[in-house]
Each structure stands twice: as structure tokens, then as C-alpha cells.
């Protein structure tokens, strides 16, 4: 395929303005969806101790056991639950939120999950053997083939120590990010499968009204929210809005924009700075789905992505023709103006982190500075049209050119060694503490950059950063 060689940023046709803005996330959906999940332990602790769980407890060492087992699986049930939730896309969450965080509360809640259910097995079959005086292995092989739904839960257990492996930062290290995806789906197979145990088994499913309506009710929920948000929301939009790509365009090595085009575009409730899970049907591997933030303001007609390519669905873009179809999720994330409480703005960018930033500028022209690190000038992503942007707006521009710095973690090119971290903070953006930070680039280098503006003072409202690790 013939790639055309991008036009000076000046010939390029000015990106318009969505005409309808998303309404403002409510201060209180945080709040109220913390608590709800809060509240959702403490039902099933009430129900546990209306289910004669405490007057268990007191029926000797067989008894403890036992009913420890029964709440630790509860609650591992109900973590379990939570966790499909904060992970269903929906609006409320995601808005509050941010898939960032809510990634990272995800996989804590998961690995509070899991160890509560290996917590279950032990105690379950600890108090089962003293009760009835066999030996472990006996007592657990007459467990798992005479209980119902037991062999359906063993299945259940491995698919869910199969997800929780392979979310260990060892493993993800290992794995394609399609590869993780793919596995990740088993969760809701372990999910699925858990069910018939707690319906047949389970001493709350089977004992008291009440438990069945709010175990029901909540797996509904779930199931209910996972269908809605990530199946037929996508779903709608797709064909709703019917984007294909227009374009292919190479900014720098190893880097493609991809422009596409579709219908009905101001009515999609996107903000720059925010990004979209795409599948591009352009054959084998449509399916797994690839998150990219919009690299330009979002337009009526036209949404523009860019991506270095560092994975089997980034490294396909350069390969993409105009006309191919594309199905879309989203959107997602908070690195917008949306979350800006001053009325001054900086921004620090490195490698491909300057896509949502370069979007942020173009919509948010009260932006002051804009420091983009990169390894040389021909690794700079989108450079005529920063410069162009930074004339237009008046914003400071600053290129940190080099090689990362060795002996200690630093945000900075190795030719401002003789700089501290916090130091070049407060030279490059004279008064940091008075302006909104946002932050994009690999995750090393976030961390030392998060790092630095802490150390000056920065307040932790005023510093917003969106992470796509996973």
C-alpha cells in the first residue's frame, strides 16, 4: 500500500469542534458507587449471620471451620460480582472513575476474591473432614463427586486461578496484550460456572428466601450490565455511526494516524483526550479489540487515532485500507478538561503519550506549556502541527531531546543530568502548584514524572494522568 506523506500542519484541514459536549459527571456517582459496593459486603454478612452463621461458629472446631468456610465464600462470591461490575463499562462507573482506576481496584478486588475462595476450599474441607472423621483426600474426593454442582465449580476455580495467574505483573509481562485479553474472558466463565454449586450447595441459596433475592438480584445485575454496556452499547454505536477509515498517514518511525470517517459523529458523547477500544473488520483477528486515544479534538464527521506500533493490533494499522469498517467501544477515560480546577494548564507528554495531550491542546487552547520527551527531534510525534497549535494559542513549548537517563529512575534525557527531577519542574513551569498537570507516557517514566511534581507541592486534584497498562 502507497502512504502519502503527511502535509505541512498549515494544509491540513482544520479540525472542528464537537457541537454537543457530554453533560458533567456528577461529584457524587464516585461516592455513591463506593458505598454501594461497601454495602453489598455488609448484605452478605447479614445474611450470613441470619443463616445461623454465628450460632455455627460455637458448634465446636468442625462447626468454626465450616462456618468460616460458608462466609469467606460469600463474600468471595460477592467480590466476585463486584469486580464483573466495575469492569462492565458502565457510564456511571467509568465516568467516575476512569478504566485506569478502575483497573487497578479491579484486579485488587480479584485477588481479594480469589484468596477469600481459596480460603473457602480449605476451611469447607478442613471442617467437612473433622465432621466426618476421613481423611482429607477421601473427604475431598466424596466432596467433589456426590455435591451438586461441585465439579462445575472445581472448572470454575481453575478458570478463575487461570485469570489470576496470568494478571500477576510477571505474567502480563510475558503476554501479548491480545493474548491476556483473550485469556482475561475466562472470568466470566468461572463466573458462569460457579453457579449451579451456590444454587444446590449453598446453605443461603437453599435455606432462606431472602438470600435467594438478593444472590438473584445481583447476578442479574451483573449479567444485566454486562450485556447492556458491553455488548449492545458497542453494538448501537457501531451501526449508528458507521466509521471506516479514510486514511493512513506514517507521523514517524513506527508511528500511523489512522483517520476515519462516519456519520452522526456530534452526537457521540466524546471529549478529547479520551480513547476508544477499536476492531478494525479488516479480517483474520477483527475480534480483539485495541484501545487508542483520539490524537486530534473529535469532529462532527471525523475521528483521527495514532499508535507506535508495539503489539500485533497496533503493528496491523499500517496495513489498514480506506474503506475497511470499523466497530468501536467507548468512550473511555477522564484525562479531559472536564477534571480541570484552574484556569492554567501544563502538560507533559513522552513518546506516543502525546496523543490525548495533542487533542487536550487543540480543545483546551488556555493550555500555557506543553513539554513532549522524546529520544530525538525525529521521534516527535505530530511536531508541525504542536508548533503550529503553539503559535496559534500562545503555548510554551518545550522539547526534551535525548537518551533516558542511567543511574537513577528520572523523567529526564540524559543531558539534564545536572537537573533534579522537581528542579526542571519548576524551571520549565514557573509556579507548577497554580496549574492543572496532565500526564501521558509509558508507565516508568509516569511514575518518576507523578514523582516529581509531588515534590513540588503540586496539589493531588490539580495532577491527572490516565494509564493504559493492563
Known amino acids: 500500500m502507497t502512504y502519502r506523506v503527511p502535509a505541512p500542519a498549515a494544509n491540513r484541514p482544520r479540525t472542528m469542534h464537537v457541537r454537543r459536549r457530554p453533560r458533567p459527571t456528577p461529584a457524587w ?25 454465628l450460632q455455627t461458629v460455637a458448634d465446636g472446631p468442625a462447626g468454626l471451620l465450616t462456618s468460616l468456610g460458608r462466609l469467606s465464600g460469600l463474600i468471595a462470591a460477592n467480590l466476585l460480582l463486584v469486580q464483573v461490575f466495575l469492569m462492565a463499562r458502565v457510564p456511571m ?3 467516575s472513575y476512569g478504566q485506569d482506576e478502575l483497573t487497578r481496584r479491579h484486579r485488587l478486588v480479584g485477588f481479594w476474591s480469589f484468596n477469600l475462595l481459596l480460603a473457602h476450599i480449605a476451611l469447607i474441607l478442613a471442617g467437612y473432614t473433622l465432621r466426618d472423621h476421613r481423611n482429607l483426600l477421601r473427604e475431598t474426593w466424596s466432596v467433589v463427586t456426590t455435591y451438586g454442582g461441585m465439579l462445575l465449580a472445581v472448572a470454575a476455580s481453575l478458570a478463575l486461578a487461570l485469570v489470576v495467574l496470568t494478571s500477576v505483573k510477571a505474567a502480563r509481562k510475558t503476554l501479548r496484550y491480545e493474548s491476556w485479553h483473550l485469556l482475561h474472558l475466562y472470568a466470566y466463565v468461572g463466573v458462569g460456572l460457579s453457579v449451579p454449586h451456590e444454587i444446590w450447595t449453598g446453605a443461603d441459596f437453599t435455606t432462606s428466601r431472602v438470600a435467594r433475592l438478593y444472590w438473584w438480584s445481583s447476578y442479574g445485575v451483573a449479567l444485566g450490565a454486562t450485556l447492556l ?23 514517524a518511525p513506527g508511528v500511523v494516524t489512522v483517520l476515519l470517517g462516519g456519520r452522526k459523529l456530534h452526537r457521540m458523547p466524546v471529549r478529547a483526550g479520551q480513547y476508544f477500544v477499536f476492531r478494525f473488520l479488516d479480517g483474520p483477528g477483527w475480534s480483539r479489540g485495541n484501545p487508542y486515544s483520539l490524537s486530534a479534538s473529535p469532529a462532527p464527521d471525523r475521528l483521527r487515532v495514532t499508535a507506535k506500533a508495539a503489539g500485533d493490533g497496533s503493528s496491523r494499522l499500517a496495513r489498514l485500507r480506506p474503506g475497511t469498517r470499523v466497530a468501536v467501544e467507548g468512550p473511555y477515560g477522564r484525562l479531559t478538561a472536564e477534571s480541570q ?27 500555557e506549556v506543553l513539554v513532549y520527551r522524546a529520544r530525538s527531534l525525529a521521534d516527535v510525534v505530530f511536531r508541525e502541527e504542536l508548533e503550529q497549535l503553539s503559535r496559534r494559542y500562545g503555548v510554551a513549548l518545550h522539547y526534551l531531546l535525548g537518551p533516558r537517563l542511567r543511574g537513577r529512575e528520572s523523567w529526564l534525557p540524559e543531558g539534564a543530568r545536572s537537573w533534579s527531577d522537581e528542579d526542571a519542574v519548576r524551571r520549565l513551569v514557573p509556579g507548577i ?32 494522568q490516565e494509564r493504559f497498562s493492563w
Open 29 to 53: 456517582w464516585r461516592d455513591a458507587v463506593g458505598v454501594l459496593c461497601w454495602v453489598s459486603v455488609l448484605v452478605v454478612v447479614a445474611l450470613w449471620v441470619s443463616g445461623r452463621g
Open 93 to 95: 462507573i467509568e465516568r
Open 229 to 251: 454496556y458491553r455488548i449492545a452499547l458497542p453494538v448501537w454505536r457501531t451501526l449508528r455511526h458507521g466509521l471506516t477509515v479514510r486514511e493512513v498517514i506514517r507521523e
Open 341 to 367: 480546577v484552574t484556569d492554567r494548564v501544563a502538560m507533559f507528554a513522552c513518546g506516543i503519550g502525546i496523543t490525548p495531550l495533542r487533542a487536550l491542546l487543540e480543545d483546551r487552547p488556555g493550555a
Open 433 to 464: 502548584a497554580r496549574y492543572d498537570v496532565y500526564v501521558c507516557g509509558p508507565d516508568r517514566w509516569m511514575d518518576a514524572m507523578c514523582a516529581a511534581l509531588r515534590a513540588t507541592g503540586l496539589p493531588p486534584n490539580q495532577l491527572h
